[in-house]
């Protein structure tokens, strides 16, 4: 009996492992596409690009060529990996004129009292769910990243 149930568990999952795959982003491919979006970003502040959208998280690229509004995100963490550039992050403290849509996602146009630090090419930034955030360019710079979007988890 024993057996048989190991059987169906292992029948059962089969699908699972069937429908995994490994994708890879070479390098070159992603230097190639944050060119491409430096160029849109010149004309209207920022721009980006999906990598691959999964079911607990996606990976997406994000340029900037001018500061961001504010935005809190309700459902996912962001994963900012910084591959150029640099820009003050502003996190915390309060939505100044902000709007939530249906989905949950609130977008204002700053942050007030929120904590300031400078974040550059190299550095990983961590910002939960709920938290206000904010990137800002000095005038006439360039800031780009991979951005990991990890959802919440869905419990029944």
């Known amino acids: 009996m024993r057996l048989i ?3 169906a568990a292992f029948v059962l999952t089969m699908p699972c492992y069937a429908q995994t795959k490994a994708d890879v982003f070479s390098g070159q491919a992603i230097q190639s596409q944050l060119t491409a979006l430096i160029q849109a970003a010149k004309a209207s ?3 980006g690009a999906t990598l691959g959208d999964y079911h607990s998280h996606v990976i997406k690229l994000s340029v900037r060529t001018a500061s961001g509004g504010a935005e809190v995100h309700a459902h996912y963490d962001d994963i900012f990996f910084v591959t150029e550039g640099k820009a003050t992050l502003v996190t915390g403290g309060n939505v100044i004129h ?6 949950g996602e609130t977008k204002g146009s700053s942050i007030q009292n929120g904590k300031s630090e400078m974040i550059g090419k190299g ?3 961590h910002i939960p ?3 206000p955030h904010r990137l800002i360019l000095a005038p006439g710079s360039a800031y780009s990243s991979i951005v990991i979007k990890v959802r919440e988890s869905q419990h029944p």
């Open 45 to 47: 502040g920022g721009s």
């Open 98 to 103: 902000g709007k939530t849509d249906s989905e």
């Open 5 to 7: 149930v190991m059987a």
């Open 123 to 125: 550095d990983v930034v």
């Open 129 to 131: 769910a709920g938290m």
